[in-house]
Every structure is written in structure tokens, then in C-alpha cells.
């Protein structure tokens, strides 16, 4: 499966921003999707997973209240919504999918994912 992701840009503090990731070769029905984030000399941080029903959604501490993880499969795709963003969310975000051990599998573990988007930078002004 190759995902493609988008949305990314520059945003004040406070603004919002909306991230799609495209799948294409194979439908992203049964596979677990997740977000995460880098920063230069920084490892690859997990911030949202969602299983693939989209019944079943996790986390991290810091964007919890303020971003929002969805997907539709029947458009290939899955979102991460981004709102009151902070000068801290500055990263490229890169989105990626895992294969689902059942319906309301998700997991916060990088290991686990095997299929990486090729990621959409972020930028927040403070």
C-alpha cells in the first residue's frame, strides 16, 4: 500500500490545520492507521492511531482535546485534524498503516507499522 500525505503549511498559533493521508494500491480497509511526527535530530513520535473500523481511537498526552483522528475508507483516506495548534506541534507529520489484528486494533508502537507516507511539514508561528 502507498500512502500520500497533505494538508501540511504554515499556521499561526492558535489556527487550525486538517491533514489527509491517501492510500492507493490497495484499499485501506483493514489496516490500522496512525499519525506521527518528527523533528530534525529527534525521533519519530507517535500522536494518533485509529483502528480500522474508525471506531477506536487513541492519543498522545499533548494533542489529546485538540486533534482529531478519522478516516473514510470507502474514499481511501484518513484525516488528522488540527486545531488550537501550538508552537510545539511544529514537525513533519507523517502518516502510516499497520495490518489490523482485529477490528478495534490500534497501536501507539512505530515497530508496528509497516507502510510510511513520505510526510507533510507543519509549521506553527508563535
Known amino acids: 500500500v502507498q500512502l500520500q500525505a497533505s494538508g501540511g503549511g504554515l499556521v499561526q498559533a492558535g489556527g487550525s490545520l486538517r491533514l489527509s493521508c491517501a492510500g492507493s494500491?490497495?484499499?485501506?480497509?483493514?489496516?490500522?492507521m496512525a499519525w506521527f511526527r518528527q523533528n530534525a535530530g529527534k525521533e519519530r513520535e507517535f500522536v494518533a492511531a485509529i483502528s480500522w473500523t474508525g471506531g477506536s481511537t487513541y492519543y498522545e498526552d499533548s494533542v489529546k482535546g485538540r486533534f482529531t483522528v478519522s478516516r473514510n475508507n470507502a474514499k481511501n483516506t484518513v484525516y488528522l485534524q488540527m486545531n488550537s495548534l501550538k508552537f510545539e506541534d511544529t514537525a513533519v507529520y507523517y502518516c502510516a498503516a499497520a495490518i489490523a489484528r482485529g477490528f478495534s486494533y490500534y497501536t501507539s508502537e512505530r515497530g508496528e507499522y509497516a507502510y510510511w507516507g513520505q510526510g507533510t511539514q507543519v509549521t506553527v508561528s508563535s
Open positions: 494500491g490497495r484499499t485501506l480497509s483493514g489496516y490500522a
